[in-house]
């Protein structure tokens, strides 16, 4: 083989090679950004999941969502005003919640948008500014009366922002009190978070709950 033809076969496998690494790397850029997206579940878990959230007695007639790449999608239409689905904390907490027809008609349709929002790889700041802009200019309604959110689940695994890490809370239900604070209610600072005394979450918002934990009879 002479020293030309050795070269040329030499130049062919190097572009060959780099080919191949750069189509390696294109392939790649995909699964590289779904990982920072929720982890999705199989339909049939994610329903159960879902409805785990609601009082038994309301789960056969409620809607149920579904996380999809893109977005959530409307897997089963119900016929009492209930709508379930499990909202994502971080990449892989989960909050499977079911709102009331109050809850379905306003806060549902915001965190809606917010997952189809972090789907089009939108940061949690960027997400923030939008619904508060929506909030503002009316697109987005707080609740308008008194209502409930149950989470009711034992899969509430909720991220925490500061650590990054998720944690178990149990299960619960969530009033309706949009721009309450914790003092509106007499629950002091230490009782945030609190599995026996009531307090606020997101206080001062338009989602804001009065958070109450459920107990079984002992």
């Not at 879902?50 to 309301?58: I, K, N, R, T, V």
């Not at 972090?118 to 008194?146: N, V």
């Not at 206080?203 to 079984?216: F, K, L, S």
Request: contains cysteine.
């Amino acid at each position: 083989m002479s020293s030309a033809t050795g070269f040329f076969e030499r130049l062919c496998c190097l572009f060959l090679c780099a080919g191949v690494l750069c189509a390696s790397t294109l392939a790649q850029t995909p699964a590289d950004k779904s990982s920072k997206l929720p982890t999705l579940l199989p339909r049939e878990r994610e329903m159960e999941m879902a409805l785990s959230a609601g009082p038994e007695h309301l789960r056969k007639e409620a809607t149920v969502y579904v996380l999809e790449r893109g977005g959530f999608v409307k897997a089963r239409e119900g016929t009492n005003g209930f709508t379930c689905l499990v909202l994502r904390e971080g990449t892989e907490g989960t909050a499977p919640i079911c709102y009331d027809a109050e809850g379905s008609q306003t806060t549902l349709l915001v965190n809606l948008r917010r997952a189809r929002l972090r789907e089009q790889g939108k940061s949690d700041e960027e997400i923030e500014r939008e619904i508060e802009e929506g909030y503002r200019a009316g697109t987005w309604l707080a609740p308008r009366k008194p209502g409930i959110a149950y989470m009711l689940s034992t899969e509430n695994h909720l991220h925490n922002p500061r650590t990054g890490k998720t944690f178990h809370y149990p299960p619960h239900v969530m009033l309706y009190a949009p721009y309450f604070k914790n003092s509106d209610i007499g629950a002091a600072p230490e009782h945030r978070g609190s599995l026996t005394q009531p307090w606020i979450l997101h206080e001062g918002t338009p989602e804001a709950y009065i958070m109450v934990v459920t107990r079984e009879k002992e």
